[in-house]
């Protein structure tokens, strides 16, 4: 399907303490991602760590090593 988002392997940056996180894709691309509800309860413990990513145009989804899932909106590249 040409539509589902696969995962892939990215390093949580870090955690703006704003519900927005910086995440460095696999292919070295650095985004702005902002929580759609709140912020993400685990980002801050995931600094520097990798995490899993289903990249999306609107809205990605990250996963940590113990499988649980935040939502965010996709904002914009920074670089």
């Known amino acids: 399907m040409e539509n589902e988002q696969t995962l ?3 390093l ?3 955690d703006l303490h704003t519900g927005e996180l910086i995440v460095e894709r696999a292919n070295g691309e650095k985004w702005l ?3 759609k509800k709140g912020w993400c309860p685990w980002g801050y413990e995931f600094e520097g760590k990798s ?11 990250l996963v940590n090593d113990r499988g649980e899932q935040y939502e965010f909106w996709t904002e914009k590249q920074i670089e």
């Open 51 to 61: 995490v899993s990513l289903k990249f999306g145009d609107v809205t990605s989804i």
């Open 12 to 14: 949580l940056v870090e």
């Open 8 to 10: 892939e392997e990215a």
């Open 33 to 35: 991602l902002d929580a």
